[in-house]
């Protein structure tokens, strides 16, 4: 096993326009924590509260729309692209 093959276990890098951001899959996620999650076949970023996660566009997936949500994993950097 290579040491890249050791990160792509752990992290993920999700391409949002004009940057893009590392998810680590094994990091212990909280509330209060920036995750990444599929919306619509679509990778998406909000933040973790108890009753559920706020979206970029501040709008809150809670209750039974959480059932069928996947966290893919916590935020670890955002890089932006030049």
């Not at 706020?54 to 996947?70: C, N, R, S, V």
């Amino acid at each position: 096993m290579t040491p890249d093959d050791v990160l792509a276990w752990f992290f993920t890098r999700l391409t949002f326009k004009p940057r893009f951001v590392l998810v680590n899959k094994a990091a212990k996620i909280r509330p209060g924590d920036t995750v990444a999650y599929p919306y619509d076949d679509y990778p998406q970023v909000g933040k973790l509260f108890s009753s559920g996660i706020i979206t970029q566009d501040g709008e809150t997936i809670d209750g039974g729309g959480l059932d069928t949500l996947i966290v893919l994993g916590k935020i670890t950097a955002t890089i932006l692209c030049v």
